[in-house]
């Protein structure tokens, strides 16, 4: 591997991108603004802003779903504005570190190859290193160790929970719930209960504020959207308790998807996650209460990461730093 070397981390909802030497470089919304079939409009945070709002002869779109790439085209469109604005306009011959979720198909896999190889990239070698074992060196965790750790990456649209040892992934489960899910719920239930309709972005701030995972708070605040029965804007007073309603289901999921990885461990590493507890990542892992909510069903112990939307691209950028951590990725053959 060469001495220029990028590491991307493609979110549901946002990529970022490390630079060896420059640290991360870029954290934008993975959101593309097109009109007609390839004039894009904007990408990235400029592009967030006008989902909901734009014109009907510009698409908004958001290119990757579940973690895995739903439309390469306009995936393409976006990564090649990124990289311009990484390398002010002139995009430089590097290496590429992509992380990828676990399970998933090889078909799709090469897709993240393919990207990268049909971009303005100019890439001289893409390789791939599997996102549990990124995010782990992210959080810090020693995974050279025999000793087991159990995480769990709470994306957008997906929650990957893993069984880390001895620099690999003894066991691992990949759930389509994440973040977006409880938005819906929430956007559902405001409708049920106020007649109101609200978008995406709403439903995600409510979800922030009022988002309990156990024992909500006596707390409301209000929001706009437009009524169901007038047609007209209005504004409602919506509570902690009905949005803590709301994403308990997918909470739930989650934590019967940590309980049946549990089920399926080996018993050494069950004494290893006794000691360590389960490791919490992911954007949405700061859902007030979650900790207690997780221990409360898990018996273990939960340690929340700080800085837990940037696990993955942290410990891209572990490895880009350390040539002796290249031995976790494979590479792509052309």
Known sequence: MGKKIVGIDFGTNAV???????????????????????????????????????????????????????????????????????????????????????????????????????????????????????????????IESTRGALCVDIGADTTEVAIISMEGIVLSKLIPIGGYKMDQLITSSVRRKHNLVIGDKTAENVKKELGFACNPENVSMRIFGRDLVSGLPSEVNVSSELVSDAIHEPLGSIVSAIRLILERTPPEISADIVNGGVYITGGSAHIKHLAEFIKDETRLDVNIVEDSEMSVVNGLGKIAENRKLLRLTSAVKR
Do not use: C, H, W
């Open 16 to 142: 970022k991108i490390y630079k060896k030497g420059a640290g991360i470089a870029m954290n934008e919304k993975n959101v593309i603004a097109i009109k007609g079939k390839k004039k894009v409009v904007a990408t990235g945070n400029d592009a967030y802003v006008m989902l909901g709002k734009a014109p009907e002869q510009i698409e908004v779109t958001k290119p990757i779903r579940n973690g895995v790439i739903a439309d390469i085209g306009k995936m393409q469109l976006l990564l090649d504005s990124l990289l311009e604005q990484l390398y002010n306009g002139k995009v430089k011959s590097s290496d590429y570190l992509i992380a990828v979720p676990m399970d998933i198909t090889e078909v799709e896999k090469r897709a993240f190859f393919d990207l990268i190889q049909r971009s303005n990239a100019k890439s001289k070698n893409v390789f791939i290193v599997e996102k549990p074992l990124a995010s782990a060196l992210g959080m810090d965790i020693d």
